[in-house]
């Protein structure tokens, strides 16, 4: 594996790019659109991946920060504070140069916040949130962890749903672009935006960023925390005899998945420019479990190849009205058939359990 | 607030805690003999109430709802033996996501067959606008039924467990397994016609509330939420308890109309239910002892 | 005198009606190897867990060298430098041999979260330590062929081994195993006590709590006898041989089997 991993890692660069050529030699550039959300998504799944099956803590709740992410920098970056222009806080923010002004196509003046600094404070929020719900949650196991995460997805939910400042059931659109980047001379900026001439730009940064996270959480299980966290998964007793602070290690790492599922967010929304209640939706919670099972929960190349791979065809429509259906069939066939992902099933176990399955319960205890 | 209203709140408080003590129930029972929360418990609500709707086109309501809570314990005990039975002493984390998956399949499968839009079974006696009153409450008589329900489900419930063979075999599997297991008793049976008949539980709460609340084809995962913080309240595996805590789940929820805008009504019930996992997650009647043997 | 490493005072635990443990007071001096020995019920274990913080006591103080750790969770107390064994073993599922000994390294490591992210290059030479120590570890108890193997698949005596290294490569300074010879056979028995008395010899001082009463009597230094939760006897091995007490109890416990 140690080995290994950097060549992965050439090969999964080497493929992307490999992608975006062919895209465009064979003319279907229209797909590079749901590779990048597709990206995006994945990086969701990859954090979940660390939390659900390298630390065995299951979270029915990812959505929500993902949409705290999306949502606060869509908010903080679209809604004019014009009106509190005097105000000390917005005087103070204009100070530290975290504003900026323009004008809407209406001529109007707009006053909102930096979309770097919006990001930033997604990201704190997000990290914050986790932080402070990780705390009790985190002391909860199995069914109880799996709705207390649930109910914490619901209500952000629900505010997304009935906060006018969220746009209500209409959320927010107009998100304008985030420049990562300003262009240097002939080097133009990097921005994450919709722009349709921007689209193999936006490719690359967004499965830049997916590669970058997915580099950190390899080494991350590679390393003394990661062998702390498969011990609380293996047995939460002997990793705290051996000196593993479980509480702290479960906390810490919550507080990571929230982060990528955050930042995925907040790049996903300036993406598509706006972002709506479905996102904190308990479906999509459930949809980024399901692509951490079908991957081989302890997996991540599985959750990487899975995430990227089915979320890109739910968002080319491949499964039509049935698409909500199809990711719950398959969290079921996979638990029921391959609870280590389809990646690393071997013929006779599957063989084996499809044969019980037929057996129904018939050979009784 | 006046006299009236605060009654007129106390009794609406305690026909929906009432609706959400029958969902707990249910979660209940199918806890007690397995271990097993199942996610789905809210798909049953909303089948029973769906297929009771459907029914009533071809015979009277009475055998409509019947119809429905029979077809839905067929589905019940389906689910167990496709999904559930051969299993070999699977995780709890499979089987979290197995009955998740499950609840997914249930909701998207009546979208399917019954659309999207927002049905209701008749009121049972009289309609919408029929009111009687008793003191300074109006009431409509589907309130009555509810709790009339309510109050047949938990007798039955107790004299089922307490005093009938079956009963009393279901319970020795929920206390011990395999010593149940040596007595031979079908343990398997058992989990089976745990699942049924917690989804013919289900699927009555689902008929008699349907009036009040109307069904949906996702009205499940709510009420699943509602139920489960109920039965948790009430300390889980305890019927009595989820009664009680039914009652006060939605009389707390009730009053919160009155300072909290209608849209973060569930957020209430989650934020109790988050607190009470905090700090009683063996609920308010239940006994820290007992708990801690089980699996949280 | 030699230090005291570890030293129960008055502890008592109950458990709802049930005192399970009762007023049980005694040493552990460092550089010994003691034992706990008692019929089945006890307390022994609860004990145990009273000692590494999995439970805390209803009542008295634990002092191991010189802080009193009653209260404190087990991986603090396990950071303080005290190990421990289980009785009915618990492996870390689905790690190998190699890295659940690894992780008996955390400890005397340091590399965090960020550190661990970002590979830093500090970080290579500690894991190459944390591998080479562990490695030497599973060669002292004769299981470095399986390194490799995922180490809840290995028999039941190289899962002990593995329990051990694991334990051994925190480098404690108190050992605390939990019936080490429990479903092993003769030989490998022997092999325990040898092994048990060479960790002793490596400074390592180790409180064991066992039912095979060859062994005890064979590797120990002093013998505390416990018998529903209370003790009744701490000596030599030879004293404890003819204890009248300890002979009643050992020999009634069959009497009171029947009943």
Redesign the interface.
């Known amino acids: 594996m140690k080995y290994t991993k950097p060549r992965a890692i050439l090969c999964l660069a080497g493929l992307v790019i490999a992608v975006q050529v062919l895209t465009r030699v064979t003319g279907t550039q229209y797909y590079l659109t749901q590779l990048t959300m597709a990206a995006y998504y994945a990086l969701v799944v990859i954090g979940l991946t660390v939390l659900?099956g390298y630390a065995?803590q299951?979270s029915?709740g990812h959505a929500g920060f993902f949409a705290i992410g999306g949502y606060l920098s869509a908010a903080l970056t679209t809604h004019n504070l014009v009106l509190f222009a005097d105000r000390p806080l917005v005087l103070l923010l204009d100070r530290i140069g975290i504003l900026v002004r323009g004008q809407d196509i209406y001529g109007e003046h707009l006053i909102t916040v930096a979309p770097w600094a919006a990001c930033l404070l997604a990201l704190v929020a997000a990290a914050t949130i986790a932080f402070l719900l990780g705390i009790?949650?985190l002391?909860?196991?199995?069914?109880?962890l799996?709705?207390?995460t649930?109910?914490?997805g619901?209500?952000i939910y629900?505010?997304a749903?009935?906060t006018d400042y969220f746009g209500e059931a209409d959320g927010i659109s107009e998100v304008p672009g985030f420049t990562l980047l300003p262009g240097i001379g002939p080097v133009p900026p990097l921005v994450v935006n919709g722009d349709f001439g921007n689209r193999v730009q936006n490719y690359y940064i967004a499965w830049g960023v997916l590669i970058i996270g997915m580099v950190?959480?390899l080494?991350?299980i590679?390393?003394?925390?990661?062998?702390?966290l498969?011990?609380i998964?293996?047995?939460e007793?002997?990793?705290?005899?051996?000196?593993?602070?479980?509480a702290r290690c479960k906390l810490?790492v919550f507080v990571?998945s929230a982060v990528y599922a955050a930042l995925a967010g907040v790049l996903l929304t300036h993406y598509n420019g706006g972002l709506g209640p479905s996102e904190a939706s308990?479906?999509k919670s459930?949809r980024y479990?399901?692509l951490v099972?079908v991957g081989g929960m302890?997996n991540l190349w599985g959750a990487l190849v899975m995430g990227v791979g089915l979320t890109f065809l739910s968002l080319r429509g491949v499964f039509g009205?049935?698409d909500?259906?199809v990711?719950?069939?398959?969290?079921?066939l996979v638990?029921?058939f391959a609870?280590d992902g389809i990646l690393g099933l071997q013929f006779h176990t599957l063989a084996a359990r499809l044969k019980?399955?037929g057996?129904?319960?018939s050979h009784?205890? | 607030m006046t006299a009236d209203l605060f009654f007129q709140y106390l009794f609406a408080g305690i026909t929906y805690g009432i609706m959400y003590a029958i969902v707990a129930i249910g979660f209940n029972i199918i806890y007690n003999t397995t271990g097993i929360i199942n996610f789905a418990q809210g798909e049953f609500v909303m089948l029973g109430g769906m297929i009771a709707i459907s029914l009533l086109h071809v015979m009277p309501l009475w055998l409509a709802i019947a119809g429905a809570v029979v077809l839905t314990m067929l589905v019940g005990a389906l689910i167990e033996i496709l999904f559930i039975r051969w299993l070999d002493n699977p995780s709890v984390l499979r089987m979290i996501i197995i009955t998740i998956g499950l609840s997914i399949l249930i909701r998207e499968a009546a979208l399917h067959v019954w659309g999207e839009s927002i049905r209701s079974l008749p009121y049972f006696y009289g309609n919408e606008i029929t009111t009687i009153t008793l003191g300074p409450v109006r009431l409509s008589p589907q309130v009555l039924w509810v709790i009339g329900v309510c109050g047949v489900v938990v007798l039955l419930l107790s004299v089922f467990f307490k005093g009938t063979p079956l009963g009393r075999e279901m319970r020795a599997c929920a206390a011990n397994r395999r010593a149940a297991i040596l007595c031979g008793i079908n343990a398997r049976n058992m989990v089976t016609f745990s699942f049924m008949l917690s989804a013919g539980i289900g699927a009555l709460a689902g008929c008699v509330m349907s009036p009040i609340t109307y069904t949906q084809y996702d009205s499940g995962t709510p009420l699943a939420i509602k139920g489960f913080t109920v039965a948790i309240l009430g300390g889980l595996g305890n019927s009595m308890g989820a009664v009680a805590a039914g009652i006060l789940l939605g009389i707390i929820e009730a009053y919160s109309i009155s300072f909290v805008p209608l849209a973060f009504q569930d957020a209430i019930s989650i934020t109790i239910l988050l607190i009470i996992l905090f700090v009683r997650p063996h609920g308010l009647f239940g006994s820290g002892e007992t708990a801690r043997l089980k699996e949280f | 005198m030699v230090p005291t490493m570890l030293e129960l005072k008055n502890v008592n635990k109950y458990f709802g009606g049930l005192h399970a443990v009762s007023d049980v007071s005694f040493r552990v001096e460092q550089g010994t190897i003691k034992a706990v020995i008692g019929p089945n019920g006890a307390g022994k274990t609860t004990l145990f867990n009273l000692i590494a913080g999995n439970l805390v006591p209803s009542a008295g103080t634990i002092i191991f060298q010189g802080r009193e750790i009653q209260g404190m969770k087990p991986h603090r107390i396990a950071a303080l430098g005290m190990a421990r064994t289980f009785q009915n073993i618990k492996l870390f599922h689905g790690m190998t041999a190699l890295d659940s000994v690894m992780v008996g390294r955390h400890v005397r490591s340091r590399a965090g979260f960020l550190a661990g992210m970002f590979h830093l290059p500090w970080t290579w030479r500690e894991e190459r330590e944390i591998r080479d120590r562990a490695m030497e570890l599973l060669e002292l108890l004769d299981i470095a062929g399986f390194a490799d193997v995922e180490a809840t698949s290995l028999a039941f005596g190289q899962q002990r081994s593995v329990e051990m290294a694991r334990a051994l490569a925190m480098e404690p300074k108190l050992l605390l195993l939990d019936e080490p010879a429990a479903g092993l056979n003769i030989y490998e028995t022997a092999e325990v006590a040898r092994l048990i008395t060479r960790i002793r010899d490596m400074g390592i001082t180790v409180l064991l709590v066992e039912h095979d009463m060859s062994l005890v009597m064979d590797i120990s230094d002093e013998i505390v006898v416990l018998s529903f939760g209370e003790k009744i006897a701490e000596d030599v091995p030879a004293a404890i041989q003819n204890h009248p007490e300890v002979i009643r109890i050992y020999l009634g416990e069959d009497e009171e089997a029947v009943v």
């Open positions: 659900m065995g299951i029915i009790p949650v002391k909860l196991k199995g069914h109880y799996a709705m207390a649930l109910g914490f619901t209500i629900r505010i749903l009935a950190l959480l080494n991350l590679d390393s003394r925390i990661g062998r702390a498969r011990s998964h293996g047995s007793e002997a990793a705290e005899a051996v000196g593993v602070d479980t810490q990571l308990v479906m459930v479990v399901a099972a302890a009205s049935f909500d259906a990711f719950g069939a398959i969290l079921i638990m029921l609870p019980r399955f057996a129904g319960g009784d205890a």
